[in-house]
């Protein structure tokens, strides 16, 4: 129920930064939300396989993290440069008060996203799941905590407070069940939106 609720927020929240994108922006604006259309359709494309409502596609799985890889780290912080919040950009000037705090979440995307793309090869998690024989270090929900505690404005990710923090290697999540491995790289998104992105409906 996690997984579904996360993943609706971030299609949602990533396809609205998809149309603004074709709303009139321009430069360094523009190519930021092409890169979140882009993660969003990633989202899109693997969320029916974690949900159960198709079958697992482990290739499916490291296409959406390679694309997730591609728009993080460097990558991503590099078109945020101070002061980039002209219309339609839904950045917040957090953005650059916490400039420390919205790199390391860059960075975590990252790391989760290579985690991701090793941990396809793990299959899904619970009954029906395709998992390894290699040791998996347990279920989604075990891993993931609780997630409202992710979302609210009182306890981050990179808060240090949760299991989730920036401690988690790439190397680690690897040996995750491939939807926990998501379930990660998802809520790694929804932290960064919730901190720095406006909510414009």
């Not at 440069?81 to 339609?88: K, L, V």
């Not at 390391?104 to 990252?110: G, H, I, N, R, T």
């Not at 998996?136 to 306890?155: F, P």
């Not at 407070?161 to 920036?166: F, I, K, N, V």
Request: glycine share 14%.
């Amino acid at each position: 129920m996690k997984l579904l609720i996360i993943t609706t927020c971030l299609v949602a929240g990533l396809s609205g930064a998809a149309v603004l994108a074709h709303s009139g922006a321009t430069g360094i604006v523009k190519e930021r939300m092409e890169g979140m259309k882009a993660m969003g359709n990633a989202v899109e494309a693997v969320t029916p396989m974690m949900r159960g409502e198709e079958a697992f596609d482990a290739e499916r799985l490291r296409e959406a993290a390679r694309t997730f890889a591609a728009h993080s780290g460097e990558e991503i912080t590099s078109r945020f440069p101070e002061g980039s919040t002209e219309a339609p950009s839904e950045a917040k000037d957090e953005i650059w008060e916490d400039w420390d705090r919205f790199a390391a979440l860059a960075e975590q995307l990252k790391i989760s996203a290579e985690g991701l793309e090793q941990a396809a090869g793990n299959g899904l998690s619970g009954a029906g799941g395709h998992m390894s024989g290699e040791s998996m270090m347990g279920d989604a929900g075990s891993m993931m905590g609780d997630t409202g505690s992710m979302m609210g404005g009182g306890s981050s990710m990179m808060g240090g407070s949760t299991a989730m923090g920036s401690g988690m290697s790439a190397e680690h999540i690897a040996q995750m069940p491939a939807d926990a491995a998501f379930e990660m790289t998802t809520q790694v998104c929804s932290t960064c939106h919730t901190r720095f992105r406006e909510d414009r409906d």
